[in-house]
């Protein structure tokens, strides 16, 4: 391993003593600036070591298989260069075992600096929460799957595979929910990103965080052997562009950043130096979002991205809404005769109905703990060993759910009659 040469021919800057010999030459510059310090008296081209000069500057060597004092094939400082080429910024792994020798990670507290690191780590979401028979679309199954499989097999195709899916459509038609139970019967660990993620104060962040999560991903899929994916939640919300919205620079990364991984999928950077071995995993990217028509229009080529319309016609519906209502022992025809009743009505609308049974329940339950004016006594400074009386959830029955749907359209109908906006801002009006 070569050893350590004060007249390296490193581009870099380097920190070094060197002991004053009576010849050295120390020149100042007449315009103010020191120029380099030469500290022997030798000419500039490099001469042959002597014997006893190369076996002194072994002893000061710190040891035969020591790093630190190595050199790449360029003549550059080889810690310094893998310093540049890390994709890891996080520095608690510095003190970590196994990472660095043992002398600096020390005994004494453990091997661990950060006891929480594990933890804070975990960058991946689960749905075992997601617990019950819920129904999955089997148009909305075959499109995610049938995009995940081609994506981990494109190495295997002579064709373009497009790295991104883009789902969209009507509000509150359960893209999202539908693509969480896809995740959790296929065994997927995605990573996760909403639309507030896409932008910030400072320029370039939100495109940085992207190729991170996306290299997240790619590490899930590498060392833990899991499916992965990266999802994006209402991009259009986050990058869109709305009648007079102002267009930021970070959504111009933004996009910029999800055309660049489309294109080069297995070669993403975060800011390291480039090397030849570094080869990311294709990871698939998954967007929601309800008009795909306010972002920019090179994102959205067909090339860079699969476009997929979500309208779940009455049979899913009625499935989607019947799954809701199973623990409730509501029958099927029942949840037909609540969906006849509304027609047109996004999904989330029938799951408002149930949260709106409970309101008079509620009600009676608060009653019961003391009224109103102890709520916060009751629910925040409950005594040691205190517990709160028994909530009994109301008796699900197609009268109430059908009377609460009709409440439900009537505030919708008020919102859409009343629009004072137009009474607060009449300037606007044409």
Same mark, same amino acid.
């Given at each position: ?15 070094? *003593? ?13 315009? @103010? ?14 001469? =042959? ?13 710190? %040891? ?9 094939? +360029?003549? #550059?400082? $080889?810690?310094? *260069? ?17 990472? &660095?020798?043992? !002398? ?13 690191? #594990? ?45 991104? !899916? ?40 939100? @495109? ?5 999560? $996306? ?9 833990? @052997?899991? /499916? ?34 489309? +294109? ?19 990871? =698939? &990217?998954?967007?929601?979002?309800? #008009? ?5 229009? =090179?994102?959205?080529? +067909? ?21 809701? $209502? ?9 949840? %037909? ?9 996004? !999904?989330?609308?029938?799951?408002? /109905?149930?949260?709106?049974?409970? +309101?008079?329940?509620? /009600? ?67």
């Amino acid at each position: 391993m070569a050893t350590t040469s004060l007249a390296s021919s490193s581009p870099q800057p380097h920190l070094f *003593r060197c002991r004053r010999s009576p010849n050295s030459t120390f020149r100042t510059s007449s315009r @103010g600036r020191l120029p380099p310090i030469r500290c022997s008296s030798a000419p500039s081209s490099p001469q =042959p070591a002597t014997g006893g000069e190369a076996e002194e500057s072994e002893r000061r060597r710190l %040891s035969k298989q020591s790093s630190w004092e190595a050199k790449d094939a +360029d003549g #550059d400082d $080889y810690l310094y *260069r893998l310093g540049k080429e890390a994709d890891n910024m996080n520095i608690a792994v510095g003190a970590r075992a196994g990472i &660095v020798d043992d !002398l600096f990670v020390g005994n004494f507290l453990g091997k661990d600096s950060d006891i929480v690191f #594990d933890y804070r780590q975990k960058a991946t979401r689960t749905f075992e929460y997601l617990q019950g028979d819920y129904y999955i679309a089997p148009l909305f199954f075959d499109k995610v799957a049938c995009h995940i499989v081609k994506n981990f097999i494109a190495h295997q195709f002579n064709i373009k595979i497009p790295l991104i !899916l883009g789902i969209w459509g009507g509000k509150g038609q359960g893209k999202t929910f539908q693509t969480e139970l896809i995740f959790r019967a296929m065994g997927v660990e995605p990573v996760i990103m909403s639309a507030g993620e896409l932008e910030s104060e400072k320029a370039g962040e939100p @495109g940085r965080l992207i190729r991170d999560r $996306y290299r997240t991903a790619s590490q899930v899929i590498q060392n833990q @052997g899991k /499916l992965s994916c990266l999802m994006i939640n209402d991009l259009d919300a986050g990058v869109g562009r709305f009648g007079n919205t102002q267009m930021t620079v970070n959504n111009q990364i933004v996009a910029g950043t999800l055309m660049n991984l489309a +294109d080069n999928p297995t070669r993403v950077s975060i800011g390291q130096r480039w090397r030849e071995s570094d080869i990311t995993n294709r990871v =698939p &990217v998954i967007v929601t979002g309800n #008009d795909f028509s306010t972002l920019y229009a =090179p994102l959205i080529r +067909d090339g860079r991205m699969e476009k997929f319309y979500w309208q779940p016609d009455r049979e899913d519906i009625i499935n989607i809404v019947h799954g809701m $209502y199973t623990k409730d022992g509501i029958s099927f025809e029942e949840v %037909s005769r609540i969906v006849d009743t509304f027609p047109n009505q996004a !999904l989330d609308f029938y799951g408002a /109905l149930r949260s709106r049974t409970y +309101d008079q329940a509620i /009600l009676e339950w608060v009653d019961q703990i003391g009224g109103h004016e102890k709520l916060g006594e009751k629910l925040l400074k409950q005594k040691k060993g205190e517990k709160l009386p028994t909530f009994i959830p109301p008796k699900q029955t197609i009268e109430a759910l059908i009377e609460s749907g009709h409440s439900l359209v009537r505030e919708q109908e008020l919102i859409m009659n009343s629009k004072l906006s137009k009474e607060y801002m009449k300037n606007l009006e044409d």
